[in-house]
């Protein structure tokens, strides 16, 4: 008899078997030109990176906290190879819930074996592939309940070139795909993110010093981003960031743009080219009992417009409507001198806005709007997230930022204290935040409102 050794090879991450995968149903509406509109059942899927990560056939942790086991995880193949992400319990463990075409994010949700703190998670278009979107010449609309989000929280909503697999057939090693929430990237290119291209990022891995659950690897995910909605009860801003990889693209080093003094040298716009209707010089807009009350809902419309007014052209302006109580409400106008007086983002507003503001160009030289045109050519997936800010506690958003020096141009952002937004002090204080998405709509200009 010839002796047979068994060596089990396994390639890339697995799928837990304790808890199933069953994605939250999700009704949205596209619309044709002339206004009517037709339902479409989709779903949404969490992010891998809040799933619970460990050994196929038992409970060892493979992440445990901030920290990789060096045991299961001495490398990136190793650990893709040893461990599983599991299926999530959306709404005991993370607090996410939905209901009909309205989905529902929860701040903090103590579980039986954890607490959560917040959630992102992306709309699907079947089981195992993000719904794809190319928004030039359409416009997207949404209503957002953010009554519940205090100085600190953002409430977003926004689009990122995702591969719409999740990655499964580019990378060998990332089989669980967009049906398990991988392949995420943003403008940031983030290093938080635990699994990048299927290889898990625990080389260089230092756990966050304030973030019991978040820690940074030697690799980022990058990809072009359009902040649609970013907003809590007191501050809301829409932001184009423009990367100049098409897609899904694993940064290390210098083309990641981490490092203060080479910030601009990356792949990505980091600053974006924002419109924040505070910080353009209207302060009495958004918030509780002003212009538009967000201690209700409101319906956000968001329009792509091409040069040429084709789906083909190139994408020249973002406008933005309001709608609530029944009245469309109209952006609001800049003034700020040195600005024209404009109500939506055009490549010109933006080299205005820098300029006034003093603000490196960032926006203009990865691409402007043309270059986010190309974005949405390759195809975006729907981002919806709820989080704070371990870093910079959301001042950039609702309150003055960079504080220093002293009254900087464009500096003064929103209504919050300087003070606020501190995680810690936020997770504590509002653990029973969260906001609620509905009602969201997609197709020609003017069809959706
Ligand atoms: C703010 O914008 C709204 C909507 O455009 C407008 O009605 C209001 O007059 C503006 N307020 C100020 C102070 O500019």
Request: charged share 20%; glycine share 12%.
């Amino acid at each position: 008899m010839i002796g047979i050794v068994l060596i089990q090879t396994v390639f890339g991450i697995g799928v837990g078997t304790q808890q199933s995968e069953s994605h939250p149903s999700l009704s949205w509406q596209q619309c044709s030109k002339g206004g009517s509109c037709t339902s479409v059942s989709g779903s949404i899927v969490l992010d891998s990176n809040w799933r619970w990560t460990h050994i196929p056939d038992g409970t060892t942790n493979c992440y445990d906290g901030n920290e990789w086991s060096s045991d299961l995880c001495p490398d990136p193949t190793t650990c893709s190879n040893n461990c599983v992400l599991e299926g999530a319990d959306y709404s005991g463990t993370y607090g996410i819930s939905t209901s009909g075409s309205s989905a529902k994010l929860g701040f903090v949700t103590k579980g039986s074996y954890s607490t959560n703190i917040g959630s992102r998670v992306y709309l699907l278009g079947d089981e195992s592939h993000y719904k794809i979107f190319d928004l030039k010449n359409k416009e997207f609309t949404f209503t957002v309940d953010d009554s519940n989000l205090e100085c600190g929280l953002n409430g977003a909503l926004y689009f990122v070139a995702m591969d719409e697999d999740g990655g499964a057939s580019r990378f060998t090693l990332a089989k669980p795909g967009a049906k398990y929430g991988t392949g995420y990237c943003d403008a940031q290119c983030p290093h938080d993110i635990k699994f990048i291209n299927g290889e898990a990022n625990v080389q260089d891995w230092k756990p966050s010093d304030n973030d019991d659950n978040a820690g940074t690897g030697h690799y980022g995910a990058c990809c072009t981003e359009m902040d649609i909605w970013e907003a809590n009860k007191y501050a809301t801003a829409y932001t184009p960031h423009i990367c100049t990889e098409n897609g899904e693209y694993r940064c290390e080093g210098k083309s990641c743009g981490d490092s203060s003094d080479d910030r601009y040298g990356g792949v990505c716009d980091k600053d974006g080219c924002d419109f924040n209707s505070w910080r353009l010089g209207n302060q009495s807009f958004w918030g509780p009992g002003l212009i538009i009350d967000t201690g209700k809902p409101v319906t956000v419309v968001t329009q792509f417009v091409t040069k040429d007014g084709t789906d083909s052209g190139a994408l020249s302006e973002i406008r933005r409507k309001y709608v609530q109580g029944g009245k469309t409400i109209e952006n609001t106008v800049v003034k700020i001198s040195g600005i024209d007086e404009v109500d939506s983002i055009t490549d010109e507003f933006c080299n205005q806005q820098k300029q006034a503001f003093g603000d490196t160009n960032d926006f203009e030289k990865k691409g402007g709007l043309s270059g986010l045109g190309k974005a949405f050519d390759y195809g975006v997936v729907l981002v919806l997230s709820l989080w704070d800010d371990h870093d910079v506690n959301m001042l950039w958003l609702d309150s003055v930022y960079p504080t220093n020096p002293a009254g900087k141009a464009g500096a003064d952002r929103g209504p919050c204290a300087t003070s606020s937004g501190d995680p810690k002090e936020v997770e504590d204080k509002y653990a029973s935040a969260s906001v609620t998405f509905s009602d969201i709509k997609f197709g020609p200009i003017d069809s959706t409102y």
